[in-house]
């Protein structure tokens, strides 16, 4: 696959089956209805793994605009190359989201929570203050790059099975500093499916709570480019 394919591929797999998972706990009628929130942490994780897996051979797995970013700020990263992957991450996001809807779409139907069928897209705080929801993405984000930065060092011998680490990695974020705001740690993540949500046919939608979609769009780059930063400092 070309860089471009496997950003799009890889970032779609992860909005598919991390969407999905939501979708099979918060939606009224499904298998896994409210079988609670270390489902979905598991379920975001493994995700991860597939999707760096499937494409760390063709594009090294970024899947993340904060962490394409990140490593053009580095210098690691041409910055000619971030349009491509930038555009593949959203265009995949969107492409995955797409998938998931199909997949539940008769349980959105069933379901009468409109908040419920929102969060299924995109995430949103449990307690509503920009400050420190900016902050603890920021703060996730900043974890996840510096992780990202050390398993993605020279001399690895994993290959693509850095995808465990790294989903090892998303999973402890999830179980833990996750439940504030749902851990976008990830503008593509957010952003792609909260527009698909605006363009879906979805029965009782609510709006998409714009006013807080800038949250997990500017707190995960700022948190990766923080740890790049820290990172070079650590290495001297």
Known sequence: ?????????????????????VSNVVLEKTKGNNSGWIVISFGWAMAVFVGVYCSAASSKAHLNPAITLAFA????????Q??????????????????AWLSFRP????TSDANAKLAVFCTGPAIRSYRDNLLT???????LMLGVLFIAKPFSTLGALDALPVSLLVLGIGLGPGGPTGYAINPARDLGPRIMHALLPVPGKRDGDW???WIPVLGPILGSLLAVLVFKVLQG
């Open 1 to 21: 696959m070309t860089p471009f394919f496997g950003e799009f591929i890889g970032t779609g797999l992860i909005i598919y089956l991390g969407q999905g998972v």
């Open 73 to 80: 700020v580095q210098g690691t990263f041409p910055w000619e």
């Open 82 to 99: 971030v349009p491509v992957y930038l555009s593949a991450q959203f265009l995949g996001a969107m492409t995955g989201s797409l998938m």
């Open 107 to 110: 349980h959105f139907s069933a």
């Open 137 to 143: 993405e920021l703060i996730a984000t900043f974890v």
């Open 211 to 213: 006013g807080y979609a």
